[in-house]
């Protein structure tokens, strides 16, 4: 969250305290939507905004930068510029439609009404890997 920074200004206590409070309300509400943009039952739409904000930075950035070079450098700016756009726009597409399908599998999954299913995913989800012991007196393993 921004804080709220005012330098050589003459305000009244009321016009001060007015600015603090418009400032951390918008404050506010900016975080509210970055918070429930970035939830997986949306599909993070937040993530996908800022994963193509990057792609499309980087794809005038790196032409820039290779400009600033020579002509050479400029198509290899432009080529690593357009290469970036396309991976964070297909990467973030692919997250956000990954985000949904999961979370509509699972409600479709709890929507099923099948306990063994439920119990099995369950498991699945909660197991860490096999915890394997190796015995030293007793030559075979263990798996827990």
Do not use: W
């Not at 970035?38 to 193509?52: E, F, I």
């Not at 709890?110 to 299913?117: G, M």
């Amino acid at each position: 969250m921004g804080y709220f920074e005012r330098r050589n200004a003459l305000l009244t206590t009321a016009q001060l305290t007015s600015e603090v409070q418009a400032h951390y309300i918008s404050q506010g509400i900016k975080q509210a939507y970055v918070f429930i943009l970035g939830l997986d039952v949306l599909g993070n739409p937040y993530g996908l905004y800022r994963d193509v904000k990057e792609g499309i930075s980087d794809l005038f950035y790196e032409p820039y930068l290779g400009l600033i070079q020579g002509p050479g450098e400029f198509a290899e700016g432009l080529a690593k510029g357009v290469q970036s756009l396309l991976g964070h726009t297909i990467g973030g597409v692919a997250d956000a439609f990954g985000g949904v399908s999961g979370t509509l599998g699972k409600a479709l999954s709890v929507l099923s009404f099948d306990e063994d299913y439920q119990k099995v995913s369950l498991k699945d989800t909660c197991r860490i890997t096999d915890i394997v012991i190796m015995h030293p007196y007793i030559n075979s393993l263990l798996v827990l």
